[in-house]
């Protein structure tokens, strides 16, 4: 019988993983709860009308469709047997099992409140497509409510957007919110001026970008303030409401910021799967929840199954992209390994290919190796990368077209919202059980 390796997870890692098996006698059951493979390095995009959503989120199914030893089956996994070697994934008609013999786990990470899980409703993060359609919603309907709005003071809470957090996805949402309100929209409304919109980036640390050194995080900080981004640091977010936020700055001075739209970009756990996983295996999880695997990025005491991405901790890696498509093509390595005899466990080896964030436009920070450099090349080293890791030669133009409209132009391709996109996940959070089930609609009305 063919050699069975279930992966879970249509991310970087595990996209890249099944990939790497394509020659390998294996037979690949890639297990997902959605249907698509999201870039999401430029989820903020599609929430500020520069991306749709297909150009960073192609189905899955069509990425391997010439893959004949790889099938993917839509399901979100809930259980593990390690003794027998299954994984159970549930979906709204019901749930079912597969089988493995060598197991990928890459869910990636969710976003984390620090304790405060209710903030979410009032600000949400930006994790999936989902997100990044609410928040676009609520971004340019604020603009639209401000037009409507005779009240001063309204309008000045409608046209005030808070981000907290200023780490890479932070900053970049604080620049294009700036460029929309500062550059896109300013001609587009006859009563509120989009230029007097107010963006604070707040975030609890000293510094912002700290991974990127001192020199390139002034820079940053300084690009930002150009582009009229307020930027607060040392302030710590200590309540959030409909109305706006509660802060406390670095001398524990109160604070409070009227703000309609509210984006968290604070931090990342590792998804609830880990728990499961540490309460079947024995495993030990770190602060945030991470399962601490061995030198190869097997599960303790189970070296048929790999922890990989955000899922890992292990010696202190980051969570990123880098991260999870080496660890996805090292996975396939040790597997395929195995399958010729050899069973000897090579230590997985990052190579950290560099970091950039793209500040605004023709702006950006690139730490890539010994180069430590912002502005315009920086901004061309971010262009080539994102454009060589994008998933098939349709986006890559496609997103070129739309990346051109808006940075050489003036323009967003992608500004269509709905009320279904702003109160949707509120809406099925409310209904809890009651959700109807979309593979028995009928039923459901009757």
């Known amino acids: 019988m063919m050699h069975r390796v279930v992966i879970i997870g249509s991310g970087f890692g595990g996209l890249f993983a099944a990939q790497a098996l394509r020659k390998a006698p294996v037979e690949i059951t890639l297990v997902a709860k959605t249907t698509h493979h999201l870039f999401q390095p430029l989820l903020y995009q599609v929430a500020t009308g520069i991306l749709s959503p297909g150009e960073i989120a192609p189905a899955t199914r069509e990425i391997l469709r010439h893959q004949k030893n790889a099938r993917v089956l839509l399901g979100e996994v809930t259980e593990f047997d ?34 405060n899980d209710h903030f979410a409703q009032f600000a949400p993060g930006m994790k999936s497509i989902d997100d990044a359609l609410e928040l676009r919603g609520r971004i340019f309907s604020s603009f639209e409510l401000a037009e409507l709005s005779d009240d001063a003071t309204e309008i000045d809470r409608l046209m005030t957007f808070v981000i907290v957090g200023a780490g890479p996805t932070g900053v970049e949402m604080a620049g294009q919110i700036a460029e929309l309100a500062h550059r896109t929209l300013v001609s587009d409304f006859r009563k509120i001026n989009t230029r007097a919109t107010r963006v604070i980036l707040l975030d609890a640390a000293p510094a912002m970008l700290g991974n990127f050194g001192k020199r390139l995080s002034d820079k940053a ?134 970091s950039m964030v793209t500040v605004s436009r023709f702006y950006a920070i690139a730490s890539v190796g010994k180069i430590r450099t912002a502005g315009i090349g920086a901004w061309l080293i971010w262009l080539g990368v994102h454009i060589t890791y994008m998933i098939g030669f349709k986006h890559r133009v496609t997103t070129l077209l739309h990346w051109a409209v808006s940075f050489v132009g003036t323009g967003r391709a992608e500004r269509v919202i709905t009320e279904q996109q702003v109160i949707a996940r509120s809406a099925i959070e409310r209904l809890g059980d009651r959700v109807p089930n979309p593979y028995n609609a009928n039923k459901d009305l009757e």
């Open 82 to 115: 390690l003794a027998a070697k299954t994984v159970t994934a549930v979906v709204p008609s019901g749930e079912y099992s597969v089988e493995y013999d060598s197991l990928i786990i890459a869910v990636g990470a969710s976003q984390s409140y620090f304790g």
């Open 221 to 354: 900080k300084l690009q930002l303030e150009r582009l009229g981004v307020e930027v607060r640091l040392g302030a710590k977010v200590v309540g959030i409401d409909h109305k706006g936020l509660d802060i406390k700055e670095s001398d524990n001075t109160p604070h409070r910021i009227e703000a309609s739209c509210k984006i968290w970009a604070a931090g990342v756990m590792a998804n609830p799967l880990t728990k499961t996983i540490a309460a079947q295996s024995g495993a030990q999880l770190d602060s945030v929840g991470r399962i601490l695997v061995e030198p190869d990025c097997s599960l303790p005491g189970h070296p048929e199954i790999f922890v990989i991405g955000d899922m890992m901790a292990l010696n202190h890696l980051p969570s990123v992209a880098q991260v999870a498509i080496q660890g996805g093509r090292h996975s396939a390595k040790q597997i395929i390994k195995r399958l010729k005899g050899d069973q000897s466990r090579t230590p997985f080896e990052y190579k950290d290919k560099g």
